[in-house]
C-alpha cells in the first residue's frame, strides 16, 4: 500500500468516539433542537477519522447529517482553536456565494459539551488525497487543477469589507505577524523541544519579507484534501478547514497550496519528484501563470521567499502536534505518524531559505 493510500485510510470516514473526546450528547441534542432549525433527533455521534487540531464529529439524524467541529480539551494556545472564527469566515463567505458548508449555529457555552463548538452542515462529495488525482481519468486531470486553481483565485478577488471581514485581521505586516505568530508558537511548546534548523528560521525570515501591500481573505491551508468535489464533475462545492484563515498576502496563501508540486506525499498532499507532464497535469510554472491570469498579475516576486516562509510554518504547525501528542492532546490518531514527519519538513524549510539568499 502506498503511503497516499494510507493517509487516506488514516483520515477518511469516520469512527466510534475515540477516548478522551467524548461529551453530554443529551445535552448536544437540547442544544441542537433550541439552535438548529429543523433538527430532529434521534441523534448518533461518530468522530471522523481526520483533523488534526480542532476534534470534528459527523452527527447523524433520520433526516439528516451534521458536522460538528470543536474546540480540544485541556491547556490551549491563547490564539489556537478558534472555532468562532472558523464559524464567522465560513458564514460571511456563504454570503458570497463562495463554496463552504452551511453553518448552523456556534456555541460558546461551556456547560453545554465542555468546549466552544459549532455546527455545519455535511456536504456529499470526493475528496482526493492524492495530489496527483491518480482516480481521475488523465485526460480530466487538468479540469481539475484548473478547479482549484479558479477556487482560491476566487477567494483572493473578495474584497473582504464586501463580505464584513474587513477586522477578520490587522491590516498590513502580514508576515511579520505570521512569522512572529508561528515563532513564538514553536517557542513556547517546551514539552516539544528546539530544533536548530527552526532556530535558524526564526531569526532569518523576518529579515527577508519582501515589500507587498495587497490584503486578501487567505485561507491558510488550501490543499486538495481540504476542498469538496462534485460526485461527477470537476467542480469544488466545499473548502473545509478554516482554521488558519485570516486578512494576509493571497500571494503567500497560493504558494502554499503550489507546494503540492514540491511537498513528499508521505507528508501531505503532493506529488514530491514526479513529472507533472508525465501524469498530464499541469507544471508548476503553467499553474503558477494560471493563478497570475486569474487575478490579473503577470508574476509573483520573491516567490521563493513565500516557499520558505510556507515550510516554516508548517513545520511550526507539526511542530504543535508534536506537543499536542505528548500531552495527550492530539485530536487525531495517526498525529504520531505525521509528527515523524517533522525534522523533513524543517529541513526542506532550511533549502529553501538557502536558495532565497
Known sequence: MTSTAVSADANTGTTAVRDGFSFDEDALTRWMAAHVTGFAGPLTVRQFKGGQSNPTYQLVTPAKTYVLRRK???????????????????????????????????????????SWFYVMDMVEGRIFWDATFSEVPERDRPSYFCAMNETLARLHLIA??????????????????????????????????????????????????????????VHG??????????????????????????????????????????MPPEIVAGMGNLDPASLDIPTEDEYVAQYCAATGRTSIPDYPFYVAFNLFRMAAIFHGIKGRVIRGQAASAHSVARVQHFPKLVQMAVNAAEECR
Open 160 to 217: 473582504p469589507q464586501s463580505v464584513g471581514l474587513e477586522d477578520y485581521g490587522p491590516a498590513g505586516n502580514y508576515f511579520e505577524r505570521q512569522i512572529s505568530r508561528w515563532s513564538r508558537s514553536y517557542l513556547a511548546d517546551t514539552d516539544a523541544g528546539r530544533d536548530p534548523g527552526m532556530d535558524k528560521l526564526v531569526e532569518w525570515l523576518p529579515t527577508a519579507i519582501p515589500r507587498t501591500a495587497d490584503t486578501r481573505i
Open 221 to 262: 491551508d488550501f490543499r486538495c484534501d481540504n476542498l469538496i468535489f462534485h460526485p461527477t464533475a470537476p467542480r469544488v462545492i466545499a473548502v473545509l478547514d478554516w482554521e488558519l484563515s485570516t486578512l494576509g498576502c493571497p500571494l503567500a496563501d497560493f504558494t502554499y497550496h503550489a507546494l503540492m508540486y514540491r
Open 72 to 114: 480540544p480539551t485541556g491547556q490551549l494556545a491563547k490564539s489556537a482553536h478558534a472555532v468562532d472564527r472558523e464559524a464567522r469566515v465560513l458564514t460571511a463567505l456563504a454570503s458570497a456565494d463562495f463554496p463552504v458548508p452551511k453553518v448552523y449555529g456556534l456555541c460558546t457555552d461551556l456547560s453545554v459539551i465542555g
